[in-house]
């Protein structure tokens, strides 16, 4: 099982898959295809959830020149537990093309509120930092690649 990712300072911490040498990189960056900082090997974007704060979150919509897709979800809720395997499998076909990320609203409400999400597993996307499309509920793999069709260039 990989540790679950995070943004340390703002920053992704990407293992360079050659070396092995964590490099901190910039969520702006990452289209721009990061090298290994020992290596220079090319770093590969993340393939899992991002699991985030509120802060973390902001900073990531703010800086992401990927769109960013965000389940809002709890552990108490049965759909959401559901939605993970689900968002997984996706962040590793979007890899490159899009962030995942994830907000566990029983610990962080902030973000949640400010966003009026009021029911969960509520999956916002977002591109530079504006919100595209909104879903509410359990949904397949093929409803999220819907939506982020919606926000890539034609
Ligand atoms: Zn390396």
């Given at each position: 099982m990989a540790e679950p990712l995070a943004l340390v300072e703002g920053k992704l911490l990407l293992t360079c898959g050659a070396c092995g040498q964590k490099n901190a990189v910039p969520p702006a960056g990452l289209r721009s295809g990061p090298v290994c900082g020992r290596c220079h090997a090319d770093l590969a974007p993340p393939d899992r959830p991002l699991e985030l704060d509120d802060a973390g979150l902001e900073r990531l919509l703010a800086e992401s020149a990927l769109p960013v897709l965000v389940d809002f979800w709890g552990p108490q809720c049965g759909p959401c537990r559901m939605l993970a395997p689900i968002l997984e499998s996706f962040a590793r076909k979007a890899r490159g093309r899009a962030l995942i990320a994830k907000v566990d609203t029983s610990r962080h409400t902030r973000a949640a509120v400010r966003l009026g999400?009021?029911?969960?597993p509520c999956l916002i996307l977002f591109q530079r930092g504006q919100e595209l499309r909104r879903q509410l509920g359990l949904v397949p793999e093929r409803v999220l690649e819907g939506m982020l069709a919606c926000a890539l260039p034609a």
């Amino acid at each position: 099982m990989a540790e679950p990712l995070a943004l340390v300072e703002g920053k992704l911490l990407l293992t360079c898959g050659a070396c092995g040498q964590k490099n901190a990189v910039p969520p702006a960056g990452l289209r721009s295809g990061p090298v290994c900082g020992r290596c220079h090997a090319d770093l590969a974007p993340p393939d899992r959830p991002l699991e985030l704060d509120d802060a973390g979150l902001e900073r990531l919509l703010a800086e992401s020149a990927l769109p960013v897709l965000v389940d809002f979800w709890g552990p108490q809720c049965g759909p959401c537990r559901m939605l993970a395997p689900i968002l997984e499998s996706f962040a590793r076909k979007a890899r490159g093309r899009a962030l995942i990320a994830k907000v566990d609203t029983s610990r962080h409400t902030r973000a949640a509120v400010r966003l009026g999400v009021s029911s969960i597993p509520c999956l916002i996307l977002f591109q530079r930092g504006q919100e595209l499309r909104r879903q509410l509920g359990l949904v397949p793999e093929r409803v999220l690649e819907g939506m982020l069709a919606c926000a890539l260039p034609a």
